[in-house]
């Protein structure tokens, strides 16, 4: 399996409501990343977790909260969100933090925020 | 800025033709790594040159590196409709942070 999974593919949520996206990674790699990418931008990136612990967040509002509940597996847990932060999320993976072999990505959520 | 500057911002060529894209960082550069991310979907690695390589091939992608102006450029020969797509660079030595892009748009 060389792919990273990200569920749902897209999705539209209230501000009031409470949702999670989902990443899946059955590669071995023990560095997974969130990012959020805006349209004719490149990716924004948002957390990065190196062996199931959080090393980096990039200043992301705590409306956006990460999960890492195993080494496989990574969430994005959202919460009374704003309609910017509409966007496409994408989960990326890589054999270790800062990778020389590169990373690999799923295919993203489109989040919706209305 | 860890964030590399693509240009150009934009590039339409004819199918068949040579597509040349290229990425200038501010600080010094050390693995750089071009990705491909057609249109709402994520990113696909291309291809990664290390720092004490100048050039590198991958099929019709062709890719060279100057540390010492701190830059890479990506050749496409003879580029497909295919090809279309964003395409960014990332400097492992920037830790994650992508390049700002060039969209590239081939016309059958």
């Known amino acids: 399996d060389t792919e990273v999974t990200q569920t749902p593919k897209h999705l539209v949520m209230g501000m009031t409501n409470k949702k999670s996206l989902k990443c899946e990674q059955h590669?071995?790699?023990?560095?997974m990343y969130w990012y959020k990418q805006k349209a004719k931008k490149p990716p924004e990136l948002m957390f990065v977790?190196?062996?199931?612990?959080?090393?980096i967040n990039e200043s992301v509002p705590s409306r956006f909260s990460p999960e890492c509940p195993n080494s496989s597996l990574l969430n994005l847990h959202l919460h009374a969100l704003q309609p910017e932060d509409s966007a496409l999320y994408l989960c990326?993976?890589?054999?270790?933090?800062?990778?020389?072999?590169?990373?690999?990505f799923g295919s993203g959520t489109r989040l919706t925020v209305v | 800025s860890q964030q590399g500057e693509e240009d150009p911002q934009a590039l339409s060529i004819q199918e068949g033709e040579n597509a040349t894209m290229n990425c200038s960082y501010k600080?010094?550069?050390?693995?750089l790594q071009w990705y491909r991310q057609n249109s709402g979907r994520g990113l696909v690695h291309l291809i990664l040159?290390?720092?004490?390589?100048r050039e590198k091939h991958s099929g019709r992608l062709r890719v060279t590196l100057d540390t010492s102006k701190k830059s890479s450029s990506l050749l496409i020969t003879a580029s497909r409709a295919a090809d279309t797509a964003s395409y960014f660079c990332?400097?492992?030595?920037?830790?994650?942070?992508f390049g700002t892009g060039t969209s590239l748009t081939v016309i059958p």
């Open positions: 990326a993976s890589s054999q270790v933090p800062d990778s020389y072999y590169g990373y690999t």
């Open positions: 590669m071995g790699h023990r560095a």
């Open positions: 977790y190196s062996y199931e612990k959080l090393s």
């Open positions: 600080t010094s550069i050390n693995n």
């Open positions: 040159i290390r720092s004490n390589e």
């Open positions: 990332a400097d492992t030595g920037n830790q994650f942070y």
